[in-house]
């Protein structure tokens, strides 16, 4: 006979967040749905990755990182992770017994393949009527896309985003950096907490679903307006254009936002041209925008004075500006160190690595340590054994 403790879940460390003592189950994969995940986390919620055997197809993204993908590393931060195949049946009622101790669960299947593997809203919902179930999909889960994939970069194109990110006259352009299955994530993080807030008054959880389509979409509110008498082409590009921009500098590149009357004045008096400031003829972000073929050679010249970082502190806090840095300036920023949002990590493979947390601050519950992404199937055993356990005391 086997006395042996069976092996339990690491806790977390450190000070507790707003939703610790809650559970997510992770079922999702690449972005949208794994880091909505990765930000309950950062807020204290346990949360276990669960992947097919193959693993999430984001750890074979090209990386120059040779142990893992540096992708996976940061979307799937302060996880547990087990492997689980859900068309075992043995591993679905592990899945199941775990869905018992849920809190929430979040999935990307597309619509018709949750309740095919056993795992739809309804079904799980019988089981434990508190979950808050979060189906991360494409399109959603009704119309004539609904059961089509749906990736970061498709859905930017069919929504305009990408029409509207190229140059006027110029062909559509991609916004890199996964911006909508970000937003998503963030959508995700924003649904599910707001359900378990209502959870709190209603005693039940529900279904709660994000989809990129909603993402890229929610994205451009101010674009998405069309008034009754309005041409379907009205203009609805939202940049300022003329001097709200990139510009070039002695050495390296300036954004400069100055919109308003305060600033734009304070740009024209910085940069040696305060006649500027007093004409009439661009006293209006529309004018200044209709005669920056006027004004930009002016600013090009005066900025070429310096180098973009001597501009940044010419400008002070006088204009709103930074000079065009690398991501890789921000490890070492200071004043991303002094809000503390890079932190030291240690992985079983790729070892010691520095990485992002904390995206959202909290006074009283600043919530625990970050750890790092897991290996694949780093706690199966552990998950398996606490499924186990569930499992016998419902039999």
């Excluded at 346990?46 to 992708?71: C, H, M, Q």
């Excluded at 950096?177 to 963030?186: C, F, K």
């Excluded at 890229?216 to 921009?245: C, H």
């Excluded at 954004?255 to 600033?263: D, E, K, L």
Aim: aromatic share 6%; net charge negative.
């Amino acid at each position: 006979m086997n006395t042996a403790t069976p092996p339990t879940l690491p806790a977390r460390t450190g000070s507790p967040g707003p939703l610790s003592g809650l559970r997510v189950l992770d079922l999702s994969a690449y972005i949208a749905g794994p880091y909505g995940c990765t930000l309950l986390a950062d807020q204290g919620a346990e949360v276990i990755k669960i992947e097919p055997p193959l693993g999430d197809n984001l750890r074979k993204y090209p990386s120059t990182l040779e142990a893992e993908s540096r992708a996976f590393l940061g979307v799937n931060r302060s996880k547990l992770g087990v492997v689980l195949d859900l068309k075992k049946a043995e591993d679905l009622q592990a899945l199941l017994a775990l869905v018992r101790t849920a809190d929430v669960l979040v999935h990307n299947f597309r619509p018709s393949v949750a309740p095919r593997l056993g795992i739809g809203y309804e079904q799980l919902q019988a089981l434990n009527p508190r979950l808050v179930y979060c189906a991360v999909s494409g399109y959603g889960d009704t119309g004539p896309l609904s059961e089509k994939a749906g990736y970061d970069q498709v859905l930017q194109s069919m929504t305009g985003i990408c029409s509207l990110q190229g140059k006027a006259g110029g062909p559509p352009e991609i916004v890199y950096g996964s911006v909508v299955d970000y937003y998503a994530a963030a959508l995700v993080a924003a649904g599910v907490s707001s359900a378990l807030y209502e959870r709190e008054r209603s005693g039940r959880g529900q279904y709660v679903g994000v989809s990129l389509l909603r993402s890229a979409l929610a994205m451009q509110s101010a674009r998405l307006v069309w008034a009754e008498d309005e041409a379907k082409d009205v203009g609805r590009d939202m940049r300022s254009g003329g001097i709200t921009g990139l510009h070039p500098t002695r050495e390296g590149h300036l954004y400069i936002s100055a919109n308003t009357p305060h600033f734009w004045r304070a740009l024209c008096n910085k940069i040696g041209l305060p006649t500027l400031a007093d004409d009439t003829r661009y006293d209006t972000v529309r004018k200044r925008a209709q005669h920056q073929d006027e004004i930009l050679p002016l600013l090009h010249q005066a900025l070429q004075t310096h180098t973009a970082l001597e501009w940044e502190a010419v400008f002070g806090e006088e204009v709103p500006c930074a000079a065009a840095r690398s991501v890789e300036d921000m490890f070492d920023d200071p004043q991303v160190l002094a809000q503390g949002l890079v932190a030291d990590y240690e992985h079983p493979v790729v070892g010691s690595y520095r990485g992002f947390t904390g995206p959202v601050a909290f006074g009283r519950t600043p919530g625990p340590a970050p750890f790092a992404a897991p290996v694949l199937g780093q706690h199966s055993q552990e998950v398996r054994a606490e499924a186990a356990r569930v499992a016998a005391e419902k039999s």
